[in-house]
């Protein structure tokens, strides 16, 4: 691609020659970095640049959120057509969100809990509130465990962070019931997710920018879809890719943020993501460390709010948090996802070659 031409963004989907591993590993570090502020000042904080810009409606974590799920709506749109079944389509993506969500889950309920709890070990396993926690292995959001965290400046929540994979999981099926219907037909997706965004401005109007989070997450990956849908007609360009992001910059500086967030950061994120000049493909050597850091960012954080001696700044916070959940991430990607689950699933592929087989030699 040259410098100044563009191309349309069908063309450079093809294989992994893209920018998305480091771009949403950095987004990860984003939320770190936001969830700083909070953990270590309390939830009156004064905030970041960009909550000072959006009076408090766009945090740099909830940018990073957005980045999440745009890429999210695009990928997964891509995916509905890969896997067409039902069956096929949702084991993919259960494999790729529960076992390593369980397990970040299990070690903090049953070794960081009990180690650091506030109550006696026996009362700590004893109270129905340590197993209750265990749902967010199943996207059912349960924020404290008993005695753990209770005297943090933000008291009380193990792992804040998870509050997005339910709502992930119900764009996934969102997803699949929008290509259901409509096969991603231009025509009719565009009807339908036009709809839906509409739909979720004028929830956001009535209700006085409640839920703003979750709708504006929802609302990049229904983008997401869109984009997916329309590949073949969406010129991308180098000119285009700086201009949405200096014309985003200005909206968020002057308060514009959900104008931004709807009309500039898709085709940057586009552009950052497939078109620029050079990309860097092998990130990390094509390992995702950006969902194992995200799941491991906040009980970090808490966890180093609780044993450090004197008041903690949100930029030591930041660093030593990052610096302990990317090799945490990075464990759970090569134990669960390259690990346990990969060769479970060798396995399970291997059963059905033979039972393949010997139906074959039966007939």
């Given at each position: 691609m040259g410098r100044d031409s563009s191309v349309c963004f069908s063309e450079l989907m093809h294989g992994r020659n893209n920018n998305l591993n480091i771009i949403r590993f950095f987004a990860a570090l984003a939320v770190i970095w936001s969830h700083s502020l909070a953990l270590t000042l309390g939830a009156d904080n004064p905030g970041s640049f960009l909550d000072h810009w959006t009076d408090g409606r766009l945090s740099i974590g909830g940018f990073a959120v957005a980045i999440f799920f745009f890429y999210g709506g695009i990928l997964i749109a891509k995916s509905c057509e890969h896997h067409s079944g039902a069956r096929s389509f949702f084991a993919i993506r259960s494999k790729r969100i529960f076992p390593q969500l369980a397990t970040v889950v299990l070690l903090c309920t049953f070794v960081m809990g009990p180690l650091i709890t506030e109550l006696p070990v026996a009362s700590y396993f004893s109270n129905p509130g340590t197993y209750a926690y265990l749902l967010n292995a199943v996207l059912v959001l349960v924020h404290p465990l008993p005695g753990v965290f209770a005297s943090n400046p933000y008291p009380d929540v193990v792992n804040g962070a998870l509050w997005t994979l339910p709502v992930e999981y119900a764009c996934y099926v969102l997803c699949f019931v929008v290509f259901l219907a409509t096969r991603f037909r231009k025509k009719g997706t565009t009807t339908v997710t036009v709809l839906m965004l509409v739909a979720c401005l004028a929830f956001l109007v009535c209700s006085n920018l409640a839920m703003l989070s979750v709708v504006r997450a929802v609302m990049e990956f229904v983008l997401g879809m869109l984009v997916w849908t329309w590949r073949d007609s969406i010129p991308v360009s180098k000119a285009c890719g700086l201009g949405s992001i200096l014309l985003m910059a200005a909206l968020l500086y002057f308060g514009l943020d959900l104008l931004a967030m709807i009309v500039c950061f898709p085709y940057a994120l586009l552009w950052l993501g497939w078109g620029t000049r050079?990309?860097?493909?092998n990130f990390a050597n094509g390992a995702d460390l950006s969902y194992g850091t995200y799941l491991w960012g906040f009980p970090?954080?808490?966890?180093?709010?609780?044993?450090?001696?004197?008041?903690?700044?949100?930029?030591?916070?930041?660093?030593?948090?990052?610096?302990?959940?990317?090799?945490?991430?990075?464990?759970?990607?090569?134990?669960?996802?390259?690990?346990?689950?990969?060769?479970?699933t060798k396995r399970i592929a291997l059963r059905r070659e033979k039972k393949s087989a010997a139906g074959s030699d039966a007939h």
């Open positions: 050079h990309k860097i493909a970090v954080q808490q966890l180093l709010c609780f044993l450090w001696q004197d008041e903690m700044s949100w930029v030591a916070n930041a660093c030593l948090a990052c610096l302990v959940a990317v090799p945490a991430g990075y464990l759970n990607y090569r134990l669960i996802d390259k690990g346990i689950i990969a060769v479970a």
